[in-house]
Every structure is written in structure tokens, then in C-alpha cells.
């Protein structure tokens, strides 16, 4: 991304953020690699899947969804881990089965906030480990609790994405 020098400063008016919706698809789904503008880190071209597949949404608990960037440094160089979470509120045979079989793919992700925001996460390289955690107990009349993580390394932060 080309370097650029200036003040950091709040926007005006009301606020909003949070993820909203998240859109996933395998990574060997994509028909063409995704193509970031290296000055703007900007994904400006439709992001398009193989004839026959489309995205498929991730639905998580209201309060649930969660996107992070973190910057770490190995003896490799830096890198950001990306992770991408939420909360699934009851688990049918039917659920499980789609998690099961999301196990077995790294994914490619659309992410879009309140603001209509979207940014694209993983391209046909590198994609989202996708993993699950299922708990059920019986205190407080009995919680289940299926945890959603998709997580990868990136050399860069996540792109924008405007079609």
C-alpha cells in the first residue's frame, strides 16, 4: 500500500459499527484470483465464483461477530493474524454436518459492517482455517454454545472491497 502521511482524527456524527453479515465460499471456488491496488489496498473488481457455486452466509447470534488484525513479528518478519468469530445458538444434525464439512476447506470471506463497508479476507493462496467448538451444560436451564473461529496469516491487513 503506498505510504501516506497524516493526522488521525474522529469523524463526525453518529457512529456505527460491527459486522453484520459474512459471506464465505472454498477457496478453489474462486473462478479468478482477487487483485488488490497496491496504492489504495483497495479490491475495486467483483471477487466471482465457478459457474454452479455460490457464497454462502454465516449466520451468528446477534452481539457474536467478531473481526481482528492483530500485528505480530516472527523471526519470519511481521504478519497480521486475522480472525473472524461468532457464535452459532443451536446445533441440528443438519448444522453440524455443513460445519463438519467446512473443516475441510480454507475459505475465503466477505465481511460487511453497518456502514455497508466490506472487505475482502483470504484469495485463492492463502484462505481461513475454519474451526468449531461445541459445549453444552447444564447450568442456567442449560446453554449450548457453538463457537465459530476462522483464523489465518496475512502479509497485509484485510482489503477493502467496493463493487
Known sequence: M???????????????????????????????????????????????????????????????YEFDEKPKSSRGGSYFEVTLQGMVNNITPDILATLETFRYHEMVAIIKDKNKRMKVVGDQDAGLIFRFTNKESSNQGGVQQCAVDLTMDAEKLSPFYEI
Open 2 to 64: 503506498k505510504q501516506k502521511y497524516s493526522n488521525v482524527t474522529l469523524s463526525s456524527g453518529h457512529y456505527r459499527a460491527g459486522i453484520c453479515q459474512i459471506k464465505i465460499a472454498p477457496k478453489e471456488w474462486l473462478l479468478d484470483p482477487v487483485i488488490i491496488d497496491f496504492n489504495t489496498n483497495i479490491v475495486n473488481h467483483e471477487v466471482l465464483l465457478k459457474p454452479d457455486f455460490n457464497f454462502l452466509t454465516l449466520d451468528f447470534t446477534p452481539d457474536s
